[in-house]
């Protein structure tokens, strides 16, 4: 039976648009100020002056664009390293049968409410020889708990007769893993991969605590160095005569947009898998 809305709901409604619609213009007005200063040398929300010499003294440092380069080599490999491991983990976890899985789930809880602390942590890495390697900014958190509990949960509620199925016809436990299981958890994966993606693309405190040599910087550390310095290049010496401060307000927002630009771009791709696949595990039917 069609219901027609009340005045009462109709008031609700739109109050409820405009305020989203509010909150929304709010989130969104900072970023187009970011966009806008990057194309001018003058700090002023409506450039001026169109320029692109911010973008062309950005990328004219061999400095920073070796931190693109070096933020995109441990975004990719650690975001696969991490899926990769914590699919193989939750899988293995999601065996009811499997020796010692209370404890390991036990370990795994643990390090969701506790950690060891800075020390402890550098002191590993330090052990490990990481010190002053692009490792350092991917192994240290290679896998994250709660994905990993969301994700063995799911697997959990694949249906157990499918399994044995493939198995009866002689497929191994990897086979099952990669034909079966990882085809049906698409979304859990697109979406925890963008989380670790982000996270791994964000790297800037283990960055200064891990790394020492320049070259090895990612682009969130070279971030930092602009908006710090009043003056002074990136640091290589055909750049050493320009300065940030010839450039304004303009150049530190042309290196925001640079470095937030490819994970907006990788975004859209797996929009469509976000909300399903966050969600993937939390709740069985």
Do not use: C
């Amino acid at each position: 039976m069609h219901t027609h809305p009340t005045k009462l709901s109709r008031l609700f409604d739109s109050v409820n648009h405009l305020f989203l619609g509010l909150v929304g213009l709010a989130m969104f007005l900072p970023f187009v100020y970011v966009v806008l200063t990057s194309f001018s040398t003058q700090s002023t929300v409506w450039p001026t002056e169109f320029t692109l010499d911010t973008y062309k003294y950005i990328f004219s440092t061999a400095t920073f664009v070796k931190s693109i380069g070096v933020s995109v080599y441990i975004t990719l490999i650690g975001t696969t390293l991490s899926l990769l491991t914590t699919a193989l983990m939750a899988y293995s976890l999601s065996y009811k049968v499997l020796p010692g899985r209370s404890g390991i789930m036990l370990m795994v809880l643990f390090t969701m409410l506790f950690q060891g602390g800075l020390i402890p942590s550098y002191f590993v890495v330090k052990n490990l020889h990481m010190l002053d390697s692009t490792w350092s900014l991917m192994i240290p958190g290679l896998v994250s708990a709660f994905y990993l509990i969301v994700l063995r949960d799911f697997f959990t509620s694949v249906p157990h007769e499918l399994i044995e199925s493939a198995k009866i016809d002689g497929a191994h436990e990897l086979t099952v893993l990669l034909r079966i299981v990882l085809p049906l958890s698409l979304p859990a994966l697109a979406a925890f991969g963008l989380f670790y993606a982000v996270g791994i693309w964000n790297q800037y405190f283990n960055a200064i605590m891990y790394i020492n040599s320049p070259e090895k910087w990612p682009v969130q550390v070279i971030l930092r160095q602009i908006v710090l310095l009043a003056s002074g290049g990136l640091g290589d010496s055909g750049n050493s005569g320009e300065s940030v401060a010839y450039y304004g307000q303009g150049v530190k927002m042309a290196v925001i947009v640079v470095s937030t630009l490819p994970i907006m771009i990788v975004y859209p791709f797996l929009q469509k898998h976000f909300a399903k696949g966050a969600l993937l595990g939390s709740v069985k039917g």
